[in-house]
């Protein structure tokens, strides 16, 4: 297994410690392409960097923002949509250009045509991918079976990650189904990071520590990618790397 794996005693710690590699590598590359997921489990990392944009210290003015994944069936301005919550948490603060942040047009009414149109806009890929990972080992909205050379798609989304939605919604209309980048291009970022907090994520990440790269754990296919890390928090940790 190449993928490097960092814990930290607690989340603000967590927090610091991926907002600090951030903000090197933005120095050192401030035209970063970004991936970026929306959920909760980077809200802290953003709120960590929203900080370091305002004390001068992290700049994204010449970078480029590239939202992960959308729902559909949602409204525009539906505070669950995954652009939203990105906006709210992090790029609406940032001195990043509104054009430099890029969404995937879930309302188009054809949608192979929009997963094409995203995937030109991507063009040459990711310096930097972030990705969440669900409790059935899904990144994005690449859930488990989604082939590993896929580009952006319509994904179905799995009973488990339709209900754990309604961590992000204010009423019970939960999407089922979405856009996701796919497996390919976030495979052939430069360097990705897994991000996980908490208990509940503690069994994932067990068995993402155990399993070889297959595709019923979509996560695990980092596992053998060359510049691949996974941040944990004590709790998300759990007893393996104890
Ligand atoms: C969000 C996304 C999802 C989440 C994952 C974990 O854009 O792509 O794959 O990253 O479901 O969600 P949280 O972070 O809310 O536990």
């Known amino acids: 297994m190449k993928l490097q794996v960092e814990s930290f005693g607690s989340e603000t710690e967590w927090a610091r410690g991926i907002a600090d590699r951030w903000q090197e590598r933005l120095t050192a590359n401030p035209a970063l392409r970004h991936c970026l997921a929306a959920g909760l489990t980077p809200v802290r990392i953003y709120a960590e960097m929203l900080r370091r944009v305002r004390e001068g210290s992290a700049r994204f003015g010449d970078a480029r923002i590239f939202l992960l994944d959308e729902y559909g069936g949602l409204a525009p301005d539906d505070p669950g949509r995954c652009a939203n919550m990105l906006r709210r948490f992090l790029v609406d603060h940032l001195d990043l250009p509104p054009s430099a942040f890029f969404t995937p047009s879930v309302d188009a009414p054809d949608l192979d045509a929009a997963c094409r149109e995203y995937d030109a806009t991507i063009g040459g ?96 296919w980092f596992r053998d990618h060359p510049n691949a890390r996974l941040f944990l928090d004590r709790a998300a940790a759990g007893d393996v790397l104890a």
């Open 125 to 220: 890929g990711f310096d930097l991918v972030l990705l969440g990972i669900g409790t059935n080992g899904h990144v994005g909205m690449n859930e488990p079976g989604t082939p590993v050379d896929i580009d952006t798609h319509r994904a179905g989304l799995h009973v488990e990650t339709v209900t754990s939605s309604a961590r992000y919604m204010n009423h019970d209309r939960f999407p089922t189904w979405g856009l996701t980048i796919g497996l390919r291009p976030l495979l052939a970022a430069r360097e990705v990071w897994l991000l996980a907090t908490g208990a509940a994520k503690a069994g994932i990440v067990a068995r993402l520590l155990a399993e070889e790269a297959h595709s019923d754990l979509p996560a695990s």
